[in-house]
């Protein structure tokens, strides 16, 4: 490769950094996700969301006015032919503070799902509990997980289409038992950002061998149709997306949001008081 071509791949890969860090900025001031003191769990799945999510906060922690620390977190889920080796390389190539959890969450998922059944559920479950367990355990208060805004949009559609409900993945919450605080610091960034920047900064990819490709789930199907819809109009996704943070209780049917049963109208007060109108 030539001088220039590799100073122009260079220039590319610092001006999507730029702009990816300053999304995630962006996420971190618009939800107060961190804080002075705080001890981020930074869960490292070996994909190329959570290796971004790592790489990004590792910069913000050097340039920042916060002070928190980082601990990155790989589960070790011994599924078969799973490199051990690689994560460990790396994290310590980077300069990152890691724990690998093992925990053989592969066996019991091949247990209780039968053959052809989709595994995520009851993986995502299983690793959930794991990850809260080592939280506790490595006295962090936050957990940082590497999910971006096509994953949010298409959690969107799944709730709406198939759960019969306006919900997805929100960029900050809180666990039911209140003990960790959960945060999505990619959440205003696009996957294809991030496919983008794995490609420059070269990260050692894991696939997830545990489930194969599994091309005829749900998410695959929704995915598929809202790249089909940004193809014929313009930035739909981005409306979409836009559509999560711009919401209008009065306007929707969810008596718990609104109190739709005390409604009314100024005129009946007006006329229990005695005030008088001409018909028209």
């Not at 709730?159 to 959440?187: C, H, Q, S």
Request: proline residues 4%; contains cysteine; aromatic residues 10%.
């Amino acid at each position: 490769m030539s001088r220039e071509k590799e100073a122009e791949l260079k220039a590319k890969e610092e001006k999507l950094n730029r702009k990816i860090k300053k999304t995630v900025w962006n996420a971190i001031n618009e939800f107060d996700m961190i804080k002075d003191g705080d001890r981020l769990m930074v869960c490292l799945s070996g994909g190329k969301d959570s290796y971004t999510m790592l790489d990004i906060l590792m910069q913000i922690q050097k340039a920042s006015v916060f002070n928190f620390e980082i601990i990155a977190v790989n589960l070790d889920q011994k599924q078969p032919g799973f490199p051990e080796e690689v994560l460990p390389n790396y994290l310590t190539e980077v300069g990152a503070n890691f724990e690998i959890v093992e925990r053989d969450t592969y066996s019991i998922v091949k247990e209780k799902v039968p053959e052809g059944k989709t595994t995520c559920s009851l993986c995502s479950r299983l690793r959930r509990g794991t990850l809260y367990e080592a939280a506790e355990r490595l006295g962090c208060n936050k957990i940082c997980l590497g999910h971006h805004r096509d994953d949010i949009l298409e959690t969107f559609m799944l709730n709406l289409f198939f759960a019969g409900k306006i919900e997805t993945m929100p960029a900050k919450y809180i666990t039911n038992d209140e003990r960790f605080v959960v945060l999505r610091p990619l959440a205003f960034v696009k996957e294809e950002q991030i496919i983008e920047y794995a490609g420059y900064r070269n990260y050692p990819i894991i696939p997830c061998n545990l489930c194969g490709a599994q091309e005829n789930l749900q998410r695959q199907v929704v995915k598929k149709m809202l790249a089909t819809w940004d193809e014929k109009y313009k930035n739909r996704s981005e409306i979409m997306f836009t559509a999560l943070s711009n919401i209008t209780p009065s306007h929707m049917f969810d008596d718990g949001l609104y109190d739709f049963k005390n409604l009314q109208s100024k005129i009946l007060g007006e006329i229990k008081a005695g005030a008088e109108y001409e018909m028209p």
